[in-house]
């Protein structure tokens, strides 16, 4: 099923994270024809999951530039 | 502690344990009671962090930062990248088969002995750990307070088993909402008083800088050094390993996503998760270095722990642990001039500052250390090492009435989450794993009272624990042992169960025991350090199922002619 939901307005209860991360984890990034194999991991983290790894690299660049200032 | 603590802690208390009862009332199958199902993303996020966040997280997380630095945060770089993966295998596999457990899972992979062997082991491991989430914070509580170590333990437990054996999985997704609030509002506001108690002139921006000068702001280690616990390579690929099968096969997680109303809101609820325990666990920790900052210009205890201090002073060994405090008294004179005249000074004197700074901390860590000697001579069993005590001691002389009551209660609220997500994970694996796989054919009324019966028995399990926890030494860390023998195993039968679809369940089975006969073998003859047994465990379960599947296969291959 496409997320059609998402397409309703903000007044119908829906926040902006919703929003946002609701599109990155379409339920299509999961319809696979066979869920035990290592090739759905391969070919559908990148576009659905890479904001959350994205966010947690620039944390510890984050940590990296506190180091370099009061070291 | 006044009253107006004793009214926000028992208020507190009292209204989330009184709202979890009366918000899921009326619960009438097994269904409502152990999957609830019906939370949304965010409520599941919320569950999934209260459950990992225990007592232990708020109270020595902070004097781990006092003592160490912020190094500790590597330890969960590892956690999104689990995230990632469990969203994309492990939630759809559970969620399209409608499991309660993840063990059920295994039989419809494997067969009935491997789920019934996972899900002892799973009993076997969070029974025990159920016991010390009550017992941890008990026993810091009654040392700092004076309370009755006992009757703190039975507090604990008797709040959680009241909502958890009424409300079941909805009771704890409820009640994990106000403790979250209540655990982290109380941190947000010690941290505000914290800036605000630092001496006039020292600004946020001046605190880092000391704290940096005192090495507490050393976040990352890139080095390969293996004897460093928290480097972040560790982090990453242990992390990684740890955070997969603590939350991709312990019950008391699965449980939590599987609670969301939809595949979608339990991937959210976990992305969610991914996003916000880093900062989250940074935060904690720069609560600790702030307080670490405190200490610079007020003075502290040569040992936070009261309990260490009040055996040695009552020993032969008090002059001479009095001479030492005498000498750290000295020690704080000076180097709080030093750090004042640091923090505010712009020119080119700073290294000069700083090299004195740290050579006045050296003194600190070798006078600190030296106590730790004279406490073990006064008395071998009591606790040196008082990094539980730092933050609890700040709360308790330095914070205004009726905030300490808030800590306290942000304390109990994170024992509480904690325990409340275990008895639900080990009820409903008692009932759904092996009472009614095994005891098949009664009502849906039957097997909720069940359910409710066995949360109530390892509810009573747990306190029992608790109570006798300290008759062992060192006990937190045989859990944690306990933890890395099973915990290896189990991750590498659900990984072989995921990705290697050729290995059979004969082959998995013999594997799983002989890998945990050889783990057992290999933590009793000390053949490595027990959190590799993790490691080893998965590799040794994986590697001997496919060896074993392969040669079954050639076994069967016709002669060639």
């Not at chain 2, 009253?3 to 507190?12: A, E, M, R, T, Y």
């Not at chain 2, 982090?235 to 449980?255: C, H, N």
């Not at chain 2, 937190?476 to 099973?486: A, D, K, M, T, Y």
């Not at chain 2, 027990?530 to 016709?558: D, S, T």
Request: with cysteine.
């Amino acid at each position: 099923m496409r997320w059609e939901k998402l397409k309703k307005p903000k007044s119908e209860g829906y926040s902006d994270f919703y929003i946002i991360f609701g599109k990155m984890l379409d339920e299509k990034d999961f319809k696979t024809k066979d869920e035990t194999s290592i090739n759905q991991l391969s070919k559908n983290w990148l576009p659905a999951y890479t904001w959350v790894l994205a966010a947690n690299a620039v944390y510890i660049l984050i940590f990296l530039l506190i180091m370099k200032i009061f070291e | 502690m006044y009253q107006i603590d004793w009214l926000v802690l028992i208020g507190s208390l009292l209204f989330i344990v009184v709202y979890g009862i009366w918000k899921t009332r009326n619960q009438s199958n097994i269904r409502d009671f152990l999957k609830g199902d019906d939370a949304s993303w965010f409520g599941v996020g919320l569950s999934v962090m209260a459950t990992q966040a225990s007592a232990i997280t708020f109270l020595s997380t902070p004097g781990q930062a006092f003592h160490d630095g912020m190094g500790f945060v590597q330890f969960y770089f590892g956690l999104p990248i689990a995230m990632v993966i469990i969203c994309l295998v492990f939630i759809p596999i559970y969620r399209k088969l409608n499991v309660y457990t993840a063990y059920e899972y295994l039989e419809s992979r494997f067969d009935l002995k491997t789920r019934t062997l996972t899900a002892l082991l799973f009993l076997i491991q969070r029974g025990l750990s159920a016991g010390i989430t009550i017992f941890a914070p008990a026993i810091i509580l009654s040392a700092v307070l004076g309370w009755d170590l006992v009757w703190t333990n039975i507090l604990i437990g008797s709040l959680v088993i009241i909502y958890t054996v009424s409300g079941g999985t909805k009771a704890v997704n409820v009640t994990q909402k106000q403790q979250m609030a209540v655990m982290m509002g109380g941190m947000a506001v010690a941290f505000v008083i914290l800036l605000y108690e630092l001496p006039t002139g020292i600004n946020f921006s001046n605190a880092l800088k000391i704290a940096g000068a005192g090495g507490k702001l050393e976040v990352l280690n890139f080095s390969f050094d293996m004897d460093n616990r928290y480097t972040f390579w560790s982090g990453i690929i242990g992390g990684t390993f740890l955070a997969l099968s603590y939350f991709g096969t312990d019950q008391s997680q699965v449980q939590r996503y599987l609670s969301g109303k939809s595949m979608r809101e339990s991937q959210m609820g976990m992305i969610m998760n991914g996003f916000l325990k880093v900062p989250m666990q940074f935060f904690i920790l720069l609560v600790g270095v702030m307080v670490f900052v405190f200490y610079q210009f007020n003075p502290s205890p040569l040992n936070f722990n009261p309990v260490a201090t009040e055996s040695v002073m009552n020993s032969e060994f008090a002059a001479e642990y009095q001479s030492i405090e005498n000498k750290l008294e000295q020690n704080f004179e000076s180097k709080k001039n030093l750090i004042s005249e640091y923090a505010l000074s712009h020119d080119s004197n700073k290294s000069a500052l700083k090299n004195q700074i740290i050579s006045a901390d050296q003194i600190d860590r070798e006078l600190r250390n030296q106590a730790q000697e004279v406490i073990k001579k006064a008395d071998q069993s009591v606790e040196t090492n008082d990094k539980d005590y730092v933050f609890i001691h700040f709360v308790l002389h330095h914070l205004p009435r009726g905030i300490i009551g808030l800590i306290l209660a942000m304390a109990l609220s994170a024992a509480m989450s904690s325990t409340s997500s275990e008895l639900n994970a080990l009820g409903a694996t008692t009932t759904i794993d092996l009472y009614k796989r095994n005891v098949g054919g009664k009502t849906e009324k039957h097997y909720l009272n069940m359910s409710k019966w066995f949360t109530l028995l390892w509810g009573i399990l747990a306190i029992l624990f608790a109570c006798f926890a300290n008759l062992f030494d060192n006990l937190i860390q045989l859990v944690n042992i306990i933890g890395s023998i099973f915990y290896g195993n189990v991750l590498g039968i659900f990984l072989l169960a995921f990705f290697v679809k050729f290995v059979s369940s004969k082959s998995v089975f013999t594997a799983a025991i002989n890998t945990q006969i050889i783990v057992i073998a290999g933590w009793w003859f000390d053949w490595m350090p027990y959190l590799w047994l993790n490691l080893f465990g998965c590799a040794l379960v994986m590697i001997m199922a496919i060896g074993m599947e392969w040669a079954r296969g050639q076994n069967k291959k016709p002669d060639k002619i």
